[in-house]
């Protein structure tokens, strides 16, 4: 006679949830860790609109290296969002500030220093936060 299968015993159903609670363990801070990041990320991403306008302030310069004072003579407007609370210019120098990112220690400011040489601006990214900054800018 062939015995019919019943379903999963208790064992094994403890077993099962043992293993996703370990799994648990480990990704639930690793995502955490991911969306401070991310929403660090954003001020980097909020800036780009900023760099084009000192870039082509710069370059429209008599000879292509003057700085614009401020974002007025940037041409740029700042803008907000919910994990960046200001983006400054300050003789070309760009400012982000964030804000609410989950970072550990406080949220990361980021400083976006420009350098024209021959024709092109390059920037230099600074942070106040590595643990909570991206790969370009520690």
Known sequence: MKKNMQGFTLIELMIVIAILGILLAIAIPAYQDYLARARAAEGLNMA?????AVSEATLASTNGTTL???????GYTPATSTYVSSISIANGVISVVTQNTGCPGTSPTFTLTPQAVGGK????????NDACSPASCR
């Open 48 to 52: 780009a609109p900023a760099k084009l």
């Open 68 to 74: 614009p004072a401020d974002a007025n003579a940037a």
């Open 121 to 128: 601006v390059q920037w230099t990214c600074t942070s106040s």
